[in-house]
């Protein structure tokens, strides 16, 4: 065995940390009522917007100003025939004309090619059901709008608008490093994960107040029953026939926001979010040094 020089320096002990370990951790992130609301909300914006298509197909196609006629839509969905009767689908956008055979303007109904704006697929309660379409729309839009009072009295009440959903300082701080990491799909994790990112705050305060409140505005300006409250809304935006356009734009505004929640709520893990908006219970996983590994 070789001896140790009587001069030699001792080597200093290096300090091994203790490994990193993940914390499964469940936070109570949604109350009942707000669960609840959220549900009648989704239940309500779907026959609203199937419904409202169907009644577009009535006449489809949208113009600005006070008076609609088919010579100057700025959107319209229409058809042609060849000389053989072969029907094509044709989406006019300003000057623009698209091909859209099977999706807007010709779409299969029972089998069979039909002259119709939007697929019998998307529109409810049937493909030529226009009065009952108009029933549902209305009865559907009113508890729309109480349900959104309901919420909106009980954000104030609970300060969940002021401390969940109304972007703080420091939010706004973060706001291009949050839009790179939803760019990039990077996610927050841990207790970043518990509590709503600036994109999103941004999002649903556009949702429930623009789309939201302009949606049922512009609904009620298109009624000519309501000149003598809200005719003065008429002539701000320019014409019943402009209401209508903004109506409809704030419902596609609707369906982009669906299906961007439901791919976040994919990407971020089904089966909690679903568990979060249906019990209220989330889990956040946090990575802590574990004292008690020797």
Not at 181 to 199: M, S
Request: proline share 5%; with cysteine.
């Amino acid at each position: 065995m070789a001896s140790i020089p009587e001069d030699a320096v001792p080597t200093p002990s290096i300090p091994v940390e203790p490994p990193i370990r993940t914390v499964r951790r469940v936070i109570y992130r949604h109350t009942l009522p707000l669960r609840i609301m959220h549900w009648i909300n989704a239940i309500c914006l779907l026959i609203l917007l199937g419904s409202g298509l169907q009644i577009f197909n009535a006449h489809p196609a949208l113009y600005w100003g006070q008076r609609s006629s088919f010579e100057h839509p700025w959107l319209s969905l229409g058809a042609t025939q060849s000389s053989s009767g072969t029907l094509r689908g044709v989406t006019t956008l300003g000057s623009h004309r698209f091909d859209t055979t099977g999706w807007f303007g010709v779409s299969k109904v029972d089998g069979q090619s039909t002259v119709r704006g939007f697929p019998a697929w998307a529109t409810i309660p049937g493909p030529q059901w226009l009065a009952m379409g108009r029933a549902w729309h209305f009865f559907f839009a009113w508890i729309f709008v109480i349900n959104g009072a309901c919420f909106f009295l009980y954000a104030l009440w609970t300060r969940h608008l002021t401390r969940d959903l109304i972007p703080a300082r420091r939010d706004w701080r973060g706001i291009g490093r949050s839009i790179l990491d939803h760019a990039l799909l990077r996610h927050p994790h841990g207790e970043a994960a518990a509590r709503y990112n600036v994109l999103q705050r941004i999002a649903y305060l556009v949702v429930i107040f623009v789309f939201g409140g302009g949606v049922v505005l512009m609904g009620l300006a298109m009624s000519p029953r309501m000149d003598s409250v809200l005719g003065w809304l008429v002539d701000l935006v320019g014409g019943r026939q402009s209401a209508r356009s903004i109506h409809f734009l704030f419902a596609m505004g609707f369906i982009a926001f669906f299906l961007i929640h439901i791919f976040e709520v994919i990407v971020t893990g089904v089966g909690n979010n679903l568990r979060s908006i249906i019990t209220g219970r989330y889990a956040i996983e946090t990575e802590t040094r574990d004292e008690t590994h020797q």
